[in-house]
């Protein structure tokens, strides 16, 4: 017997994806959670959850000592490569973009599920990543975001070896590359799009970061630049009335904190690096900043991504227009670091009906999110997709103080399990 959404649906269709959407109703999905719940190789899977709690933050504490810098993730997708061959994923390989990717074959290839995690942190190489361990919370940098998703893959795997549990359908594990910043989720771009099975995806899960809860369904779009005014520079005093690269920079970011936000989708601008100068005496020859423009909607992206742009080419102008008789004009240039689309899965998706219900099934109420994760790839393309915790709690993301909380991870890796089942299908 298989218990899966997919039981009814040919292999070779073309027409799994849009029956993926909407093909049974709430209390069937719920029952489908049940069943899967008391199958007896689900219930050896969630022992092994609980039992190897231990060995499971081990492994954590592994993963994250291997620095994983933005494009220098090699080191951490050899080591998961490693780990995807001693569990006998086949097709294990490091692929064209750096992605760690193994293939956890069913009885067929479709449907087909990724199941991924991002090796990148926001540290640099140089950074400390010693773990250290005070009781149930891990401290170290990268240890939730994502050290606990890596974490998770390896555990899902040894749990459904353990289990001998066996699926209609069939999973590729990744490891993704250039989640983070500058990355621009090269990783995720390149698995769907150019990758091996790109072609055959019909499902796309990421597990980024910790909780239960939290179900990301929607996309969050965003546009990230570097702009860069250069000029001849000078003496503040001497040279008064050149054109002052710091100050076409000060023009541009008052523009864009004047930008009228709209009233209903949440939008965001930041300036978060800026450079130039080099004393408080000399008029700067260079001044950079790097902004990011976030939305929930393309077209108000869209919008606030063309006023930044005339308020670039708007300030140098004013700028110019302003230096000295006889003295050199300004230049800009400016370089897009990151463009990231926008979506949704609608709720009544198949794969976010599950989640839902294998939420629920935990007496944990769902909560629906949008961020901007490896799901935005995969979501741009029409495939349904999310991004879900790997259990447990964390703080203080993205610096050197991160921790995160393992007590309780083993409820977060049972509800991922039963999400993977449930698109895959179980074999009784």
């Known amino acids: 017997m298989v218990i899966s959404v997919f039981s009814d649906i040919i292999q070779e269709s073309e027409a799994v994806k849009p029956k993926v959407v909407s093909v049974l109703s709430n209390s069937h999905v719920a029952n489908l959670i049940r069943d899967l719940q008391s199958a007896a190789q689900v219930r050896k899977a969630f022992a092994f959850f609980e039992t190897h709690h231990a060995a499971i933050t081990d492994e954590h504490i ?34 064209a973009e750096g992605n760690a990717v193994g293939l956890r074959g069913g009885r067929t290839l479709k449907p087909l599920l990724v199941v991924s995690a991002h090796l ?12 250290r361990v005070d009781d149930q919370i891990l401290r170290a940098p990268g240890i939730a975001d994502d050290g606990c998703g890596l974490a998770a893959l390896v555990a899902l795997i040894e749990a459904m070896n353990e289990a001998r549990i066996e699926t209609q359908g069939s999973i590729l594990f990744a490891g993704t590359v250039g989640e983070e910043g500058e990355g621009n989720l090269r990783g995720a771009r390149h698995l769907l799009a150019n990758g091996e099975w790109a072609k055959d995806v019909d499902a796309f899960i990421s597990i980024d970061g910790p909780g239960i809860e939290r179900i990301t369904n929607a996309a969050l779009g965003s546009r990230r630049w570097r702009v860069r005014f250069a000029g001849a520079g000078g003496h503040s005093w ?64 869209m919008r606030l991504d063309a006023y930044f742009r005339r308020a670039m080419r708007e300030s140098i102008d004013d700028e110019n227009a302003a230096r000295r008789a006889g003295t050199a004009a300004l230049a800009f240039d400016v370089k897009l670091l990151g463009d990231r689309p926008s979506g949704q899965t609608a709720t009544d998706t198949m794969l976010v009906r599950l989640a839902e219900e294998a939420t ?16 935005n790839i995969a979501i741009a393309q029409g495939i349904p997709a999310i991004t879900i915790g790997a259990g447990g709690s964390s703080g203080n993301s993205h610096t050197l103080d991160e921790w995160y909380d393992a007590t309780n ?13 449930g698109m895959t299908g179980l074999i009784t």
């Open 409 to 421: 991870r083993h409820t977060g890796l049972q509800r991922d399990l039963l999400v993977l089942l």
């Open 360 to 375: 629920r099934a935990f007496d944990v109420a769902p909560r629906f999110d949008c961020s901007s994760t490896d799901s």
């Open 238 to 301: 001497g040279d008064f009335g050149v054109a002052n690269p710091v100050h076409a920079m000060g023009r541009l970011i008052a523009r864009l904190a004047a930008y009228p936000l709209p009233a209903r989708t949440p939008t965001t601008f930041n300036v978060g690096r800026v450079e130039g100068g080099s004393s408080v005496n000399v008029i700067a020859s260079e001044a950079v900043m790097d902004v990011d423009l976030r939305s929930e909607s393309d077209v108000e992206l």
């Open 62 to 95: 592994r993963i994250c000592r291997i620095p994983s810098p933005p494009f220098g993730e090699v080191k951490r997708a050899a080591y998961l490569c490693e780990r995807f061959h001693r569990l006998k994923l086949t097709d294990v390989r490091t692929d």
């Open 120 to 131: 990148d942190t926001v540290f640099p190489a140089d950074t400390d990543f010693t773990v």
